[in-house]
């Protein structure tokens, strides 16, 4: 039960409601903006950022004061790993998608690399505190992963794609980053 949780695992699982309340928010605004036709444009779809962009920071902030520093040098990996290797991600995927694949960059490259970093930071820290079994926390690595390589395909794709196929692709990652942090809370609470 939710009340028998430690301080800073509550805290991640608050984190993780914020970030699909983000999610959601993201997803009403591209669902709307991005319509292949009658799109709704400017700011009757662009308000839908702010709370997206609000409570994902909220979410952000929850989830980093429930990685407790301490106890993410028990996790699976150190926790400076994780970020240094995000950033490394990011730069190789800057240089790849934009050089070797002339795709424009945006914004969402840093979003997908930030994601993975909280995702794989939050799952270091369930582990630390024993919520999940190494087995458990290596599952969800690898869906986490798997998350992120169809949003890097997502991304990557986008701009080849007509308008019909491309608002359908540029949903994808949105749903993923709501549904995976809803699935590793429920295996949490339950």
């Known amino acids: ?12 699982l608050a984190g993780n409601v914020l970030l699909i309340i983000c999610c959601l928010f993201y997803l009403a605004w591209w669902l709307l903006a991005f319509k292949p036709t009658g799109a709704v444009k400017g700011m009757k779809s662009g308000w839908l950022l702010l709370p997206a962009f609000v409570f994902g920071l909220a979410g952000i902030a929850e989830i980093v004061r429930g990685n407790e520093p301490l106890k993410l040098q028990t996790g699976l990996m150190p926790g400076s790993f994780i970020l240094v290797g995000g950033i490394a991600a990011y730069l190789i995927l800057y240089g790849l998608t934009s050089v070797a694949l ?11 690399v930030g994601w993975a970093v909280l995702m794989f930071s939050e799952l270091n820290a369930l582990y630390a505190e024993e919520h999940f079994s190494k087995f458990t926390d290596v599952v969800f690595i690898i869906i986490t992963a798997a998350a992120v390589a169809v949003s890097l395909i997502c991304y990557i794709l986008y701009y080849k ?3 019909t196929l491309g608002y359908y692709d540029g949903a994808i990652p ?11 809370s429920i295996v949490v609470i339950i």
């Open 1 to 12: 039960m939710i009340y028998r949780l430690d301080e800073q695992t509550k805290q991640i």
């Open 161 to 163: 794609l007509d308008s």
């Open 102 to 112: 002339k795709r424009q960059v945006t914004t969402e490259l840093f979003l997908i």
């Open 174 to 184: 949105l749903i993923l980053a709501a549904v995976i942090p809803a699935v590793i």
